[in-house]
């Protein structure tokens, strides 16, 4: 049967009716059960040796269209949908969109094993399965709610294993049931993404309305939510909790399945590598090592050997983001690991005995990117600028001792998801003009280069960028209320709400541009700024950041004089579905995290790809789009990582004779204006206020009068519309450089060394 018939008679079988009566759903449920037999049929990738990437998060996103387009289904089953009276586009949103994950580092985490399995290399996730999530973010007097973010049902890309596994912490054990959702290759074999979940898992325990839940209650908490509340000290070792689960779960599976492919586990480095993404997996080394010692291995040789086999890749340089947790917790949760680690400590204290290269500090904590540098055999960065910045000053006493460990990677976005899949005009375009190699080679997106003056071609790439808006319009008028010109200019900021990356020197603007509009300074086009991104329910600052922009997007939206000429308009519950929409429609991506604090960045990729041009530091992966698309491609503004490394290092920084200058101090005081205060909480609003003036800690205001400028010179050059396009056709020739297939060969090539031993 072609795939027509196929489905036509599994429509049959299972709602017992055609498939043109069948509403959205329902053929949401067939085609789940359609590509689940397909990824079924396929071989996963194996080999003697095999790639554990552990993370304690894969923003996986919604999954049907993408494996269609792995699967080499996608085209056929759209032309079956289109028939039927639908569209795949119709079907995805009957999908729920997996809640394991946040940002970057989980998205990171889902486009390697998507190239992993592309590229043949025999490699699966590790992670947990969140019943609800980071939260769905509802927005409510001009407020960010957290509410639970349910997403796990009957019908699922989860298959249950049946494996179970037994974790044991201090004064209980429980039971881990082991998930598995499949991870299709492009054209190729394919991976699996380990989920473990606590079986006794309680989902009563959440309230209605909101996220709150019992964290001392263990046993029924583990796996409810992804980055609980760490503001308390139940929160934080409901942290440890998880983490410790993890780490056990991973550490029990890879011994597992090496002694199944015949390890004997003294050559267990010849059998499994692990990815160590971030710290949070980090007490999987300890773990790993007792576990050998519980299998008779000396404890010279299971360091030996578990150091041979873990890498680390580091992911920031902000202080609180590398996790310290006192010793206390640790025993509190695990205590059958604390003797492994004091003795891991001890070690590399006869060895190196300066305190910074201590892994339990004199407060007792311990330093868990200090266990995986001492005890792993690799160290990466993910940008050449961050990496350059740990081995010369965040982690320089490490490089000095261990200066073979360190190397950078680069970041990577998978091409399949960021443009075959969301941007499908593009890509066909993309394919009529240079084949469809650049689908597993995107170093041949250069080929575009050859069109850089054809005028034709340009005017086809800008009218692809207005389909794209146009479909972008219609979902902020559904999701914000707010009626977004197409014809606008798109300035387009969407990711984590972080005062390091920024988002209030983008509201700065807006204020001003607001402020210009009124004093009858009209701009030449409409500009539509779309904000998106969730602040973690502690973090207020990120909070009343949030809170300004809605207040402003009302007031803009309210204003007869202003709303023709500017929109705002903040994304509710932004998520990787919202992503797809929104960064094929952007014409200026805001990259505009403060130099040096962005370790790579993923976003800023995807935008390029898509023909946005960057406006943004000199910071992350920032560095080396600027070296690729040259710097009359990307407008770039602000001091330098050096001067900002200096300042913090001098502790000199003071924002109130940059607040002093008209055109800054002006600004922010619109923040606690009538007009705003108004609108919003006044309490919100002041502590913002006053959070830019006497600390910024993340040095906005320095920054502001450069972004201005640079801004608007965006919006002049827009307007030579042929040159604007020759842009956009340059960023996206040279993005080929960011897929993620390059990225995982590099670590593959360097780290895991993987490739040659795989069967087919």
Known sequence: ???????????????????????????????????????????????????????????????????????????????????????????????????????????????????????????????????????????????????????????????????????????????????????????????????????????????????????????????????????GRDGRLLRVYQEYFMASCAAQLILEEAEARGSNLHDLADYAVVQINDTHPSMVIPELIRLLMQRGLEIDEAIAIVESLCAFTNHTILAEALEKWPMEYIGEVAPQIVPVLWELDLRAKEKYPAPPLAIIDEDNRVHMAHIDIHYGFSVNGVAALHTGILEKSELADFYKIYPEKFGNKTNGVTFRRWLLACNRPLAALIEELIGPGFKTDATQLEKLLDYKKDAAVLRRLDAIKQENKQRLAAFLQENTGVAVDPGAVFDIQVKRLHEYKRQQLNLLWVIRQYLAIKAGRLPKRSIAVVLGGKAAPAYVTAQDIIHLALCLQQLIDSDAAVRPHLQLAMIENYNVSAAELAIPACDISEQISLASKEASGTGNMKFMLNGAVTLGTMDGANVEIAQLVGRENIYIFGESSDKVIARYKAEDYDPLPYYAIDDIGRLVDFIVSRELIAIGDRACLARLHRELIAKDWFMTLPDAQSYFAARDRMLADYEDRPAWAAKMLVNIAKAGFFSSDRAVAEYDRDIWRLSGQNSP
């Open 1 to 231: 049967m072609n795939c027509a018939e196929q489905l036509n008679s599994l429509v049959r079988k299972r709602w017992g009716k055609a498939s043109a009566a069948c509403d959205a759903h329902q053929l949401y449920t067939v085609l789940l059960d359609f590509c689940k037999a397909a990824m079924g049929r396929q071989t996963h990738n194996s080999g003697k040796k095999k790639l554990y990437y552990l993370s304690m998060e894969f923003l996986v996103g919604r999954l049907l269209a993408g494996n269609l387009l792995n699967l080499g289904l996608y085209d056929d089953v759209d032309a079956w949908l289109r028939e039927n009276g639908s569209s795949l586009a119709d079907i995805e949103a009957s999908e729920p969109e997996p809640s394991l994950g946040n940002g970057g580092l989980g998205r990171l985490a889902a486009c390697y094993l998507d190239s992993c399995a592309t590229l043949g290399l025999p490699a699966d996730g590790i992670c947990l399965c969140y019943h609800f999530g980071l939260f769905r973010q509802a927005f409510e007097d001009h407020k960010q709610h957290a509410l639970r973010n349910p997403w796990i049902e009957s019908d699922s890309w989860l298959e249950d294993t049946g494996r179970r596994y037994a974790v044991q912490f201090a004064d209980t054990q429980v039971e881990a049931a082991l998930y598995d959702v499949d991870v299709p290759g492009y054209q190729n074999g394919s991976g699996r993404l380990h989920l473990f979940d606590l079986a006794t898992t309680d989902e009563s325990l959440v309230e209605k309305d909101g996220i709150g839940f019992d964290k001392t209650a263990i046993t029924k908490n583990l796996t409810l939510f992804l980055y609980p509340d760490d503001s």
